[in-house]
């Protein structure tokens, strides 16, 4: 199982950024699959899941109305496209494959890094 995340950066708030996670070892139209993030000297905070299909998306509500976590099945890849950014959406950012029923993270990636500051 291989997850790569990409797309982040410096952006000032108020920006977007849109992250990308590719997906290799494993049948990805199978799982759900996450997206968690680290703020600087602070614990894993979860931000979003997708259900396999696409259909049936959850959110954090620190972030719901400005992310939209999105999937690609034929291109094995996972989005989480990022609007209205503020400073504490500064984070690395993880996505993370889930396991089922406990709706645990089984395998992550190594984070992108977004950083929102002026």
């Known amino acids: 199982v291989q997850l790569v995340e990409s797309g982040g950066g410096l952006v000032q708030p108020g920006g977007s950024l849109r992250l990308s996670c590719a997906a290799s070892?494993?049948?990805?139209?199978?799982?759900?699959m996450s997206w968690v993030r680290q703020a600087p000297g602070k614990g894993l905070e979860w931000v979003s899941d997708?259900?396999?299909?696409?259909?049936?998306?959850y959110y954090a509500d620190s972030v719901k109305g400005r992310f939209t976590i999105s999937r690609d099945n034929a291109k094995n890849t996972l989005y989480l496209q990022m609007n209205t950014l503020k400073p504490e959406d500064t984070a690395l950012y993880y996505c993370?494959?889930?396991?089922?029923?406990?709706?645990?993270?089984?395998?992550w990636g190594q984070g992108t890094q977004v950083t929102v500051s002026s």
């Open positions: 993370a494959r889930v396991v089922l029923p406990l709706r645990v993270n089984d395998y």
């Open positions: 997708i259900n396999s299909g696409g259909g049936s998306t």
């Open positions: 070892g494993f049948t990805f139209s199978s799982y759900y």
